[in-house]
């Protein structure tokens, strides 16, 4: 008898043991499915911008892509200069300056920026000053279209510096560099565009999924 009640004891005390195991394992799978819904919900928010993003992409053929090489002008600035010739003859000095439309400089800086092309220093306003300017370097990038787009769909979206989002940040937060606005002067530039905006949108968000994934990976070893 007294064995029994021994035994009954062991029995009791090993039931309350697996009892409490199973209970904290059904605490962490649910902690656990909660931080993985929490997790997909961010992604949720970016997934669709992307998609439409590289969507927009492989709509774009090699016409499209080359006729941002080809952009000359916008406008012509025409600088006068009177030279005096003799006594009554001058001469009128007419100068095209070759540069692309706002927007389009804009999509090419940002699609620089992102894949940190270095940019071609040149003079700026002040004496002796010079500034950073991607269009010869982006044009450059554009050479081979194909190549190109190949490059922005193997984007490493999930390793992008924070120094190079700091560089891309004024152009997100400059009304002019949005689609609506691109569209008016490029089809290939629109859907740069929307990468650009696509790949600093899906940056946040995988900084914010990055500690509920190894919290998910924790709980589940």
Known sequence: MEQIKKD?????????????????????????????DDAQKDLDEALPMLDAALASLKSLNKT?????????????????????????FYFL??????????????????VCIMKEVKPKKVPGDKPG???????????????EPAKFLDSLFKFDRDNIPDSVISKIQPYIDNPDFSTENIAKVSKACT??????????????????????????N????
């Open 8 to 36: 009954s004891v062991v029995g009791n005390e090993t039931k309350a043991v697996v009892q409490t195991e199973e209970k904290e394992a059904t605490i962490k799978a649910k902690t656990t499915q909660s931080i993985a």
């Open 64 to 88: 499209d892509v080359t006729e941002v090489r080809t952009y000359n002008m916008c406008a012509v600035f025409v600088i006068v200069t009177f030279e005096r010739i003799f006594t009554n």
């Open 93 to 110: 000095q007419v100068r095209a300056l070759q540069r692309p439309p706002m927007g389009v400089k804009l999509v090419i800086d940002a």
């Open 129 to 143: 000053v010079k500034i950073d300017d991607y269009w010869e370097p982006g044009k450059a990038t554009l050479q």
């Open 191 to 216: 859907s740069i565009c929307q990468w650009v905006r696509a790949m600093h949108k899906y940056h946040f968000v995988s900084k914010a999924v990055a500690p509920k994934r190894v919290s998910c």
């Open 218 to 221: 924790l709980n589940d070893s």
